[in-house]
């Protein structure tokens, strides 16, 4: 009999790919969506790649409450906890993110005991893993969540994740936690899936802002790290470790470039130039989006994913692809909407 996983954000970006992932694997899936008229919405996108036939179910529950998690986690094997507020609007006050983020985990991972379920995938940041000061990352190392320079997005995946550690430590029982940090999420936009996650391929396509950030992102594909959360599921050595999950170190010029190589003329509108980082300061005064990159400017931050390649066997594609297959979504889908 087929394993049933429960994700969570499955309206997501990642979720709605781990939906794909382990459906194509012949799980069987439930996942939970806020209300009721977000399941068509699911339902297109996960058909738009494989077939779900009877095997695609969902729950009603929100992150803010405890009511629904339990009927969502009744007769579920495995979680990938994927949903987390994204905070691309960047809140001036650092605690803003905190508790959406963290008390939502600890309801789902309570709900996940309780039911006795075996394995937690949790989707946590490369930040998460990162000294700050030393640009070093890795799986031992905890990003400090008092660093003055975090904004509030980075703040609240490094407390959530120091949350469902220390629950499961004195709470877990029979039930493990394996979390997973990726770098920067690209790839193709199922249909209609929010865009906002891919905002900065969407700015560029644009031509928005005018000229590149001094920049460098650790690109990963999506379909990548939905492999990789599923491949967690049955991994031996995967519960209780953290796994970085990133791909390719790129300056925004290089991103810039490889959209306009390949893109013809729908790249015609991506920006060549640099904005001096002076000049990217003040304007994140006045433009949130801007806000959460001023701390990282002119920063290289390689890491290492040795050991996910070891024990998830996550092997990321090169970001060329990931980044022209996500510009060309994106295309289509304005083309669709025209």
């Not at 990938?80 to 691309?88: D, Q, Y």
């Not at 995938?121 to 700050?132: C, E, F, G, V």
């Not at 005018?210 to 599923?230: E, F, I, P």
Request: aromatic share 6%; hydrophobic share 45%; net charge neutral.
């Amino acid at each position: 009999m087929p394993k049933t996983v429960l994700v969570t954000g499955g309206t997501g970006f990642v979720g709605s790919w781990c939906i794909v992932e382990l459906l194509e694997r012949g799980y069987t899936v439930r996942t939970t969506i806020r209300t009721p008229a977000r399941e068509a919405d699911v339902r297109r996108a996960v058909a738009s790649q494989v077939d779900p036939g009877d095997r695609l179910g969902f729950a009603i529950a929100d992150l803010t409450t405890d009511d629904g998690w339990a009927e969502a986690m009744a007769g579920v094997d495995h979680v990938l906890h994927v949903a987390s507020p994204l905070g691309r609007e960047a809140p001036r006050d650092r605690d803003a993110l905190v508790a959406p983020a963290r008390d939502g985990t600890l309801r789902v991972l309570r709900a996940a005991v309780a039911a006795g379920v075996d394995r937690v995938i949790l989707t946590s940041a490369a930040a998460t893993a990162r000294d700050r000061q030393s640009g070093r990352s890795s799986e031992d190392i905890w990003a400090d969540p008092e660093d003055p320079l975090l904004e509030a997005y980075r703040r609240s995946k490094i407390l959530a994740e120091r949350a469902a550690w220390d629950f499961m430590r004195d709470h877990g029982g029979k039930t493990t936690l394996t979390t997973i940090h990726p770098g920067a999420v690209f790839g193709p936009l199922l249909p209609g899936i929010d865009a906002a996650s891919v905002w900065v391929i969407g700015g560029m396509l644009n031509g928005q802002p005018a000229r590149l950030l001094n920049l460098g992102l650790s690109v990963v594909d999506v379909r990548d790290l939905a492999a990789a959360h599923v491949n967690a599921l049955t991994a031996p050595d995967a519960p209780g470790q953290r796994f970085l999950a990133t791909g390719e170190f790129l300056w925004m010029p290089q991103i810039a470039g490889i959209l306009r190589d390949n893109l013809g003329a729908a790249g015609a509108k991506v920006p060549t130039k640099v904005m001096p980082n002076a000049l990217v300061r003040l304007v994140a005064i006045f433009q949130p989006r801007l806000r959460m990159f001023r701390h990282d400017l002119g920063q290289r931050r390689e890491v290492d994913h040795g050991k996910a390649r070891r024990i998830l066997d996550f092997h990321p594609r090169p970001a060329c692809e990931t980044l022209v297959d996500c510009a060309e979504s994106l295309i289509a889908r304005q083309k669709a909407a025209a």
